[in-house]
């Protein structure tokens, strides 16, 4: 006969045998009548040995790389609050960098980015910057989160709302050049003024002014006279008049090389200006059939080789027009608004050189979408690439600015606030509470977009206190202006 040991032992195997035959309501009755049996010290033995066998760490234990896929299923909150759960998880999940990668690209981060506000200087004065980790990533999400937050709760931009105070003289067109706001009002002046003290830089003397455009040397004007003007920027003084149309005059613009002039106009033209020629010789193209509305956008595409192209726009049609120094066409395409919607806006940015934004109404539903057209130069096309529409309630979108990331729209009815779309995720993101603005016309003159740098994804270096966001004509003779405020630039990594 055996010793106690292997008797209990030989006893243990046979009931583990009986035990692993049972159905599984059998085999629960059995565990229930073995638990009601127990003292403290099976209890207490229970209490350390069942957190182990039911709750099993797949983050410690599983591989990086299958973590990684598991977590991809979690947003930036969920993946913070899994931080939270205890001190292992917090170290293993702040440093996948895959998952933080993503996140915060997800959140309008532009990544791979390296901040010089993470830079060390080292012994020779050279900065050293950092490498793109995945706490680095992890930091930035938090800071995209906070600024998107900061939009809601009026944190993010410093709004001044009596920035520039005409007086008795109505603002009637707001732009922004190198950092500084340009003005024009009905005392027939445009004024450059400096960011943020709005003193005044310089001051010329005009007609009236629907809008403007600005270069270094140049201001060119369009006027509620049917006249478009040009200025010497260093003495003020008139250096010619553009004179051709029949009615208001919407929209200018000129190339970079200032040797061409482009303008709309409400008598439904638009007219390509030749400014190495003379006076009488300087119209050198109308465009007199292709719009059935006022031509309310005008612009310059950049150059790809010695002709021109440009877009003129008005509520129901885009054209792309591509001409010869002479003004004669070589080719042209557009696009029209869908269906019964109008076109409300018209957005380039040189960032996006192939790429034009619009924004579209649609009054039987009272809704507004965002399209997106990508101009292909070599055949003179634009074609739509993108559209949604945009889930603001009786809101007619009017769009400031757009990048590959998010879009700035306002309402041109409501006239107050701007609104800001994720145009990957195709949403609205974020709302800046503003004063009441007012539009004057149809071409959204005296409202204007002055930093855009981060409509193609948040670089927070680039945002930096005191630079200009968005400038804006308010009650008639005042213009409110908003700019970053001091936290936005300030990236910590924590």
Not at 74 to 95: A, H, P, T, Y
Not at 431 to 460: E, H, K, M
Request: net charge negative; glycine share 4%.
């Amino acid at each position: 006969m055996g010793s106690p040991t292997d008797q209990f032992s030989e006893w243990l195997d046979q009931v583990t045998a009986v035990y692993s035959t049972l159905r599984d309501s059998e085999r629960n009755c059995v565990l229930e009548t073995l638990i009601s049996s127990s003292g403290p010290q099976q209890m207490f033995m229970l209490s350390r040995k069942l957190p182990d066998v039911l709750f099993r760490d797949f983050v410690s234990c599983l591989p990086p790389e299958v973590v990684t896929i598991i977590l991809r299923y979690l947003d930036g909150e969920q993946l913070l609050l899994c931080c939270l759960v205890s001190k292992s998880w917090n170290e293993r999940i702040s440093n996948l960098m895959p998952v933080w990668d993503r996140v915060a690209k997800n959140c309008g981060v532009r990544v791979p980015i390296i901040d010089s506000v993470l830079g060390e200087q080292n012994p020779d004065g050279v900065e050293e910057l950092p490498r793109l980790t995945a706490p680095v990533c992890k930091a930035l999400f938090c800071h995209a989160k906070q600024i998107l937050k900061g939009f809601n709760e009026g944190s993010t931009i410093c709004i001044e709302e009596e920035f520039i105070d005409k007086g008795a003289w109505r603002v009637t067109s707001v732009r922004y050049h190198r950092g500084n706001v340009v003005t024009g009002c009905d005392d027939h002046t445009v004024q450059v003024w400096s960011v943020p003290e709005g003193r005044v830089l310089s001051t010329v003397s005009t007609h009236s002014v629907c809008c403007l455009t600005i270069t270094d040397n140049h201001l060119y004007t369009a006027s509620f006279n049917a006249n478009a003007e040009c200025w010497d920027l260093t003495t003020g003084f008139h250096s010619r008049t553009f004179c051709g149309h029949t009615s208001a005059v919407l929209a200018i613009d000129v190339t970079d090389d200032e040797h061409f002039l482009l303008t709309g106009s409400v008598d439904k033209t638009a007219k390509l200006w030749d400014l190495t020629k003379s006076d009488t010789e300087q119209l050198i193209v109308t465009f007199d059939d292709a719009h059935d509305d006022w031509v309310f956008q005008v612009k310059f595409l950049p150059k790809e080789s010695d002709d021109l192209q440009f877009i003129t726009c008005d509520s129901n049609v885009c054209c792309l027009w591509r001409t010869n120094a002479d003004g004669r066409v070589l080719s042209s395409n557009h696009v029209t608004a869908d269906n019964t919607a109008k076109f409300t806006s018209f957005y380039h940015m040189l960032e996006n050189p192939r790429h034009v934004y619009a924004c579209q109404w649609t009054e039987a539903n009272k809704s507004s979408a965002l399209c997106e057209y990508e101009v292909v130069p070599k055949v003179t096309k634009i074609q739509k690439v993108m559209s949604f529409m945009i889930n603001l309630d009786n809101i007619k979108a009017f769009l400031l600015g757009a990048g590959s990331r998010f879009a700035v729209i306002m309402c041109s009815i409501s006239r107050k606030d701007f609104h800001i779309l994720d145009i990957p995720k195709q949403t609205v993101v974020a709302t800046i509470a503003t004063p009441d603005f007012y539009v004057l016309t149809r071409n959204g003159s005296t409202v204007t977009l002055c930093d855009t740098s981060w409509l193609n994804g948040f670089q927070f270096s680039k945002m930096k206190a005191d630079t200009p966001v968005f400038a804006a004509g308010i009650a008639l003779n005042k213009v409110m202006l908003g700019t970053w405020a001091k936290f936005v630039s300030k990236f910590y990594l924590c």
